[in-house]
């Protein structure tokens, strides 16, 4: 049996999975606690020694997935509020970056201290079309340059000026990273170039500089931030589905949704969106969580009116002891009932603006529609009971108060069994494993 053992090193949790690639089946898992506070291997050794006992193998490859310590924090620079700081915003949140500042404009000294404060772990500078407008881009670089700035750049703008704008940065000192434009053309959104620089960057640069280990095992051992890595696993389970679908992750600090959605035609024409469109996208929403952010999710479902005032008063209380102990495990039925209905409100605040185009229900939203699976994720959904769980992704099927289209005829499944980061991670080396394991313990076939 040919095996190797994915691992998501997650902010509280690090879970390990091992694989017998022959077969695409998991054979072993374990969990520990991600161990921030010392060393972030101890956790990881833990985990994956549990999961190997477990399978009863010995020493596999590894296959390692990161979030911990904040992930991977991005900043946007652009030349277009609408446009292309737009399309760059929706490529870093494919490439499973936490986007923590869009910057429109002209940089002056005001611009860059707000990007200063964002605290970046990226800086993702875009701007024109190829063979378009340069001159804000190329302002923004030299702006850049000449603020002795020291975060890592990737430069994903007119390609006309790229190699003059690598040259100006590097000879200052800034660390850049060249990709193809983002939107080489107008409506034209292409992700896969930066993405992949992002990725990068984010091995080479970020996973160090976070000082979650001492040495240098930790980030030789990282392939990918875990977002990108569920989004790959999401691809995969596109394919084998052959159809449309939404993947909803509840977190303790975010929730994140995942959709492919086959290509429109009419998105070329005279009313397609500028920005351009992703058929594979992410959304990551950080007020919403069950346990740093779970006082955020109140919140906002008292906005989307999806609690009444008696209702709010009492998940208020129950979101302020999570959030001051994040740790926190529900030990009854009760406890699990209070975190399935947090998770729920999560869940459905998180795919209305996925659906609407965002918290502020900008242009760019998504046609659910025609989504034929829903797949629920996060420790929540497998740590409920599971009907609770298939209660979550319930109410998201049946909101059809939010603004948006539910789907007309999904099925909804829960990743039980953590597969779809295992399945990013391999993707790569073993594609043919990747998919049997998505069919297989999705209920694909």
């Not at 500042?101 to 079309?129: E, F, I, K, N, Y």
């Not at 952010?293 to 008696?310: H, I, K």
Request: net charge neutral.
């Amino acid at each position: 049996m040919s095996t190797a053992v994915c691992v998501d090193v997650g902010s509280t949790y690090t879970k390990a999975v091992v694989v017998d690639l022959d077969a695409g089946r998991l054979v072993g898992a374990g969990a520990s606690p991600t161990t921030v506070g010392s060393d972030v291997l101890r956790g990881l050794d833990a985990a994956v020694g549990a999961a190997t006992a477990a399978a009863g193998v010995g020493d596999v490859p590894w296959y390692v997935c990161s979030s911990a310590g904040g992930g991977l924090r991005l900043a946007v620079v652009g030349y277009e509020a609408l446009v292309t700081a737009q399309a760059g915003r929706r490529v870093g949140l494919s490439a499973g970056a936490d986007v923590v500042h869009v910057a429109a404009g002209r940089l002056g000294a005001a611009q860059v201290s707000a990007l200063r404060a964002a605290r970046p772990d990226v800086v993702l500078l875009v701007g024109g079309t190829d063979g378009g407008d340069a001159e804000v881009l190329t302002l923004n670089a030299t702006r850049l340059a000449r603020a002795r700035w020291r975060v890592p750049v990737v430069l994903a703008g007119n390609v006309d000026v790229r190699e003059e704008l690598r040259a100006v940065l590097a000879g200052a000192g800034v660390p850049v990273t060249v990709a193809d434009n983002v939107l080489p053309r107008i409506g034209v959104l292409e992700p896969g170039s930066a993405r992949a620089a992002i990725r990068e960057v984010f091995l080479r640069h970020v996973i160090g500089g976070k000082r979650l280990s001492r040495g240098p095992r930790f980030g030789r051992l990282v392939r990918a931030a875990t977002p990108d890595a569920v989004l790959t696993g999401v691809e995969v389970l596109a394919d084998a589905v052959g159809g449309d679908l939404v993947v909803v992750d509840v977190g303790g600090a975010t929730t994140d949704v995942y959709s492919v959605l086959t290509p429109d035609e009419r998105a070329a024409g005279p009313g397609r969106e500028v920005a351009g469109s992703l058929w594979r996208a992410r959304t990551g929403e950080g007020d919403l969580g069950v346990r740093w952010s779970a006082p955020g999710v109140v919140r906002a479902a008292v906005q989307e009116r999806l609690v009444d005032a008696v209702e709010a008063g009492a998940l208020a209380v129950a979101a302020g002891v999570r959030a001051a102990d994040p740790g926190f495990v529900a030990a009854d039925e009760a406890g699990w009932v209070v975190d399935a209905r947090i998770a729920a409100l999560a869940a459905t605040v998180a795919v209305r603006r996925h659906a609407r185009g965002g918290a502020t229900g900008e242009r760019g939203g998504r046609d659910l529609r025609d989504v034929r699976l829903l797949v629920g994720s996060g420790g929540v959904l497998r740590h409920v009971p599971a009907g609770a769980g298939a209660g979550v992704l319930g109410a998201v099927l049946s909101d059809h108060a939010g603004g948006w289209a539910v789907p007309r005829a999904a099925r909804a499944v829960v990743d039980v069994e953590y597969v779809l980061a295992a399945a990013g991670l391999l993707a790569a080396d073993h594609p043919q494993a990747a998919g049997a394991l998505v069919r297989r313990h999705l209920a694909v076939d």
